[in-house]
C-alpha cells in the first residue's frame, strides 16, 4: 500500500490541516496513508530516514504487496503481514507488558485528545541507575498544542525511580 500509493509532494487535508503527505524530521519521517476502513485503520506510518532512503530507491519501479511478500519468502525475511505481530514479541521481550501496552496506547491518547499529530519526538534525558535496575526515558514529543514531556520507567517502583530522576537532577543542575 505505501510503495503503490507513494506520492510524496502530495498535500492532503486532515481534519483542519493541511500538510504534505511526506513530512521529513532530523531522525525519522512520516508519510499520510489514510487507511480509516478495516479493522487495522492506519493514518500514519513512520520510519527512519534510513528506510525512507529505500523507498525513494525503489518508487520509480512498480512494487506491489505481493512483490514485497515474494521476496520477502526468497530471502528468508518476516512476511508484510506479520511485522506488527513481531514488533510487539519484541517490544514485549525488551520491557513488560504492561509497560509496552501503555507505549502503544500513548499515540491514541495524545491523537483521541486533540493534541493533534505528532510533528516530532527526541529523547531529551535518559537516566539510568544500574544498582536498583532503573531506566527512564523522557522524550520532548512536540505536537499542535505544544511540546510535552513524556517519561517512559521501566523499573520495579516507578515512583521512587521518577524520585530518583529529580534528585539525580537536581545534584547535576547545583
Not at 21 to 33: E, P
Not at 79 to 97: D, E
Not at 120 to 132: D, I, L, P, Q, S
Request: with cysteine; proline share 3%.
Amino acid at each position: 500500500m505505501l510503495i503503490e500509493d507513494w506520492n510524496p509532494d502530495k498535500e492532503v487535508e486532515i481534519e483542519e490541516m493541511v500538510t504534505k503527505r511526506l513530512v521529513k524530521f532530523s531522525a525519522f519521517s512520516r508519510y499520510y496513508l489514510g487507511l480509516r476502513e478495516g479493522n487495522k485503520p492506519c493514518d500514519w506510518v513512520y520510519f527512519s530516514n534510513e528506510t525512507l532512503k529505500l523507498i525513494e530507491k525503489l518508487y520509480p519501479k512498480h512494487v506491489n504487496k505481493d512483490h514485497v511478500t515474494r521476496y520477502a519468502k526468497r530471502n528468508n525475511l518476516i512476511l508484510p503481514k506479520y511485522m506488527r505481530k513481531v514488533s510487539w514479541r519484541l517490544m514485549i521481550k525488551a520491557m513488560s507488558r504492561e509497560v509496552s501496552r501503555f507505549i502503544l496506547r500513548l499515540v491514541d491518547e495524545i491523537i483521541k485528545e486533540e493534541v493533534g499529530p505528532i510533528s516530532e519526538a527526541e529523547v531529551y534525558k535518559v537516566y539510568f541507575n544500574n544498582k536498583e535496575v532503573e531506566l527512564l526515558i523522557d522524550y520532548i514529543v512536540k505536537c499542535s498544542i505544544g511540546d510535552i514531556s513524556v517519561k517512559i520507567i521501566y523499573s520495579n517502583n516507578p515512583s521512587m525511580t521518577l524520585i530518583h530522576y529529580y534528585e539525580y537532577e537536581k545534584h547535576m543542575q547545583g
